[in-house]
């Protein structure tokens, strides 16, 4: 099948002024749906080229034209005030909104091209149209999607699990009680609520976008780091703590940073109003407050490099195979074939 695919972000380690959190996952995606066969066409711009100087040396194709596919894929895009609903050329802006419009305009709407839309943000309104049009079908990073749309989580390679040996990552030196890497958005109750507490009585460092802090002196904001470096800070961490947005809390829609943090050694702490927590993480790692992070970090000092540790880790990385690559990827091309075979009476090739 030749998929269009539209994503607004980086295939490589991009720059670091960005909140592209696909880098985690998005080209091992990529490379296993070409290695299941199918044609690939990016359709936004290369912007590990244009803006890292990044280059891949040919093994991915970009189309800023309208070429034939068989079906779209989007990783949705919302209007973001005064960065993509301003007019093109002008300073500050970015074009991901406009071309989106252009892609679904000509292939979704004129041609009735089979559309899958990857709602990563949620930020697809409950009452838009593609939610409830005949060939188009809404992914969403959720164990608890909306109604009528597909779960479609984050995916890490096997194969990363495989080759995690939780005995060696328990005896690794770590000088950090707590880490954090991520931005603030939507994130403040969380933080008030169990990080904030613990970084007064720990070592700890917050890495990311986080330009409102005055509430909180006492926390160790070191602002935006390369993504590479995003595994150095887990590797120094004991734990961290999986805040989210309450809109992902209330569906289980768990976000990159926990494979990011496992795989490190770094044990994720998941506060108690996640849905589903006890999938995420195994139910020693549950909190309900403050007082409760700094208990586990208590403990998890006391048992550090011991086999008891290493258990942990290793129950850790067992749950990262609910985001199996090959899982995920099995779904998208169940939605795909699925639309493909209901319009196909109707349409051809775009």
Avoid at 17 to 41: E, K, M, N, Q, Y
Avoid at 155 to 177: G, K, S, Y
Avoid at 281 to 293: N, Y
Wanted: proline residues 5%.
């Amino acid at each position: 099948m030749k998929i269009g695919y539209s994503f607004w972000g980086f295939l490589g380690n991009g720059v670091t002024d960005t909140p592209d959190g696909g880098r985690s996952h998005r080209r091992p995606f990529i490379d296993a749906l070409l290695a299941r066969g199918h044609d690939i066409v990016f359709l936004q711009a290369d912007r590990d080229w244009l803006e890292a100087g990044e280059d891949h040396g040919g093994a991915y194709t970009f189309d800023d034209g309208l070429p034939g596919i068989d079906a779209l894929f989007l990783e949705w895009r919302w209007a973001i005030p005064g960065r993509n609903t301003t007019q093109c050329g002008s300073e500050g802006h970015t074009c991901d909104l406009h071309r989106q419009a252009q892609l679904i305009n000509h292939y979704t709407v004129w041609h009735t091209t089979p559309t899958a839309i990857w709602d990563k943000d949620r930020t697809l309104r409950a009452e838009s149209v593609w939610r409830r049009t005949a060939h188009t079908r809404v992914c969403e990073a959720a164990l608890a999607p909306s109604h009528g749309a597909r779960s479609l989580l984050f995916p890490v390679a096997e194969d990363l699990l495989t080759q995690a040996d939780p005995m060696a990552l328990a005896a690794q030196r770590r000088d950090l009680a707590l880490g954090y890497v991520g931005n603030q958005y939507d994130r403040n109750e969380s933080f008030d609520r169990f990080f904030a507490p613990a970084a007064a009585r720990v070592e700890h460092l917050v890495a990311g976008k986080w330009t409102k802090t005055d509430r909180w002196p006492h926390v160790r904001f070191v602002g935006r780091i390369p993504f590479e470096a995003a595994a150095g800070v887990y590797s120094r961490s004991l734990a961290t703590v999986l805040m989210l947005p309450e809109r992902y809390a209330a569906v289980g829609q768990m976000t990159q940073r926990i494979f990011e943090a496992v795989l490190a050694g770094c044990l994720p702490l998941a506060p108690a109003n996640i849905r589903f927590a006890d999938r995420f993480v195994p139910k020693e790692l549950v909190v309900r407050s403050g007082s409760d992070v700094v208990e586990r970090l208590s403990y998890l000092r006391e048992i550090a490099g011991t086999q008891q540790h290493a258990d942990l880790i290793a129950a850790c990385v067992d749950r990262l195979r609910l985001f199996g690559l090959s899982k995920q990827v099995d779904t998208l091309e169940s939605v795909l074939h699925g639309l493909v075979r209901a319009t196909a009476p109707e349409q051809g090739v775009a």
